[in-house]
């Protein structure tokens, strides 16, 4: 019983390359939303998806981009890293009526 | 817009102590409230949530949170608090417009003392 999973767990990148962090989930959620978090800031939504097909930005959504692949995977991602992106990124996803289910997190450095 | 004000960025009490933790929200429309708990290197665990029915809300791990509309408020307690329960809990407000976009507040470290 998987619920949300997040790869990698970790990952230290230099400034201005470009990463990939992949989400799953097999609770055949609709939504499914990617966060950061920061000391002292709680989680902010970067991008969201109500739905397969559709992706909508939250509140920092600048140089992230998102791809909602299948139901099950939605993919964040960095072209061009700076160390203002040093965070802790989180996906959660959510069925009709339920709470989000969130994965553990992946701890992202840029050098 | 929505917004969370989380009251105490820690908190420190002593095991078998009262635990509370404030938040007050603000949002136009009729919200739907919620507290997440957060242990170390893991991701947000659902403790409770206030979606319109019952103001008095019962959580997992003895917690309750009651929605008071005239104080703006969702405070978390706790009768009796455990080493367990030391953990950063988090409140968030949504408007419950199909996205469900959660807007969270910045977070309260509990502290239990033995």
């Known amino acids: 019983n998987a619920g949300v999973t997040q790869t990698p767990k970790f990952q230290v990148l230099k400034t201005g390359q470009s990463m990939t962090l992949q989400c799953a989930q097999d609770?055949?959620?609709?939504?499914m939303y990617w966060y950061r978090q920061d000391p002292g800031m709680g989680l902010r939504l970067i991008y969201y998806?109500?739905?397969?097909?559709?992706?909508d930005k939250g509140e920092v959504p600048n140089g992230y981009n998102v791809s909602r692949l299948n139901k099950r995977e939605f993919s964040l991602r960095l072209e061009s890293a700076a160390p203002s992106q040093t965070s802790v990124y989180f996906c959660?996803?959510?069925?009709?009526?339920?709470?989000?289910?969130f994965g553990d997190g992946t701890r992202l450095s840029i050098l | 817009a929505q917004s969370v004000t989380q009251l105490g960025s820690h908190v420190s009490v002593s095991e078998g102590a009262l635990v509370l933790l404030r938040c007050n929200y603000s949002?136009?429309?009729?919200?739907?409230l919620f507290w997440y708990v957060q242990y170390p290197n893991q991701g947000l665990q659902l403790l409770l949530k206030?979606?319109?029915?019952?103001?008095l809300v019962k959580g997992i791990n003895g917690f309750e949170a009651e929605f008071k509309k005239s104080e703006t408020s969702f405070h978390l307690t706790k009768p009796s608090a455990h080493m367990r329960d030391a953990a950063e809990y988090f409140c968030?407000?949504?408007?419950?417009?199909?996205?469900?976009?959660?807007?969270f507040g910045k977070g309260t470290k509990l502290t239990v003392n033995p």
């Open positions: 959660a996803s959510r069925g009709s009526n339920q709470p989000q289910h």
């Open positions: 609770m055949n959620h609709n939504s």
């Open positions: 998806s109500a739905s397969e097909g559709t992706t």
């Open positions: 949002s136009s429309v009729p919200p739907y």
């Open positions: 206030y979606t319109s029915a019952a103001t």
């Open positions: 968030a407000v949504s408007d419950n417009g199909g996205s469900e976009k959660l807007v």
